[in-house]
Structure formats: structure tokens, C-alpha cells
């Protein structure tokens, strides 16, 4: 079995993509290394290694939280499987 993103636990929200050339309508298998658990959906849109994919659906205003730590808040609804970037998360520091 592939892995094409992790989870440092299952309180995040985004994994990380870990793959180069990720495309939409893939089905993904994702690792949360702290409980050592494997989730599987599909990605809803193309998303570079490093990026973030989002791990359950955010409404605008939701925090996100990425290696227990908030990254930032939601500024356009994201949905499980998108890529989540600048264009739909900001951060909260100004």
C-alpha cells in the first residue's frame, strides 16, 4: 500500500502530501503517524508535494490546526480532499 500524505496525529485537520503529481479524483491513503492509522479518501483537487490537504470539511472562520499547533483560519469553505493554501486559509497573526 502507497502512502501520498501524513498526519502527525488525528487531532489535525491536513495531512501533507507526500508525493509529487497528486491529481484530483485520486483515491489517497494517508498515515497518522502518532496513532499509527491509515485514513483513505479521495483528493478533490491537483496538489503539490509539501501542500496541505484538508482532512474534513471547514467553514469559513474555522481554525485549522496542523501538528496540534493552529495555522491559521478558514477565509473560504474547504472541503475533505481539497488543497488547502493561502487562498483559502490566513493566518491569524495579522
Same mark, same amino acid.
Given at each position: 500500500?502507497?502512502?501520498?500524505? $501524513?498526519v502527525h496525529?488525528?487531532?489535525d485537520g491536513?495531512?501533507?502530501?507526500?508525493?509529487?503529481?497528486?491529481?484530483?479524483?485520486?483515491?489517497?491513503?494517508?498515515?497518522?503517524?502518532?496513532?499509527? #492509522?491509515?485514513?483513505?479518501?479521495?483528493?478533490?483537487?491537483?496538489?503539490?508535494?509539501?501542500?496541505k490537504v484538508?482532512?474534513?470539511?471547514?467553514? $469559513?472562520?474555522?481554525? $485549522?490546526? #496542523?501538528?496540534?499547533?493552529?495555522?491559521?483560519?478558514?477565509?473560504?469553505?474547504? #472541503?475533505?480532499?481539497?488543497?488547502?493554501?493561502?487562498?483559502?486559509?490566513?493566518?491569524?497573526?495579522?
Open positions: 500500500m502507497s502512502i501520498e500524505f $501524513v496525529e488525528e487531532a491536513v495531512g501533507v502530501v507526500v508525493i509529487e503529481g497528486l491529481k484530483a479524483g485520486t483515491e489517497c491513503n494517508g498515515w497518522i503517524m502518532q496513532e499509527d #492509522k491509515i485514513i483513505n479518501f479521495k483528493i478533490l483537487d491537483d496538489i503539490p508535494i509539501g501542500h484538508a482532512l474534513r470539511d471547514f467553514a $469559513v472562520g474555522d481554525t $485549522v490546526i #496542523k501538528y496540534n499547533t493552529d495555522i491559521g483560519k478558514v477565509v473560504a469553505p474547504i #472541503k475533505r480532499g481539497q488543497h488547502l493554501h493561502v487562498h483559502n486559509v490566513k493566518t491569524k497573526r495579522w
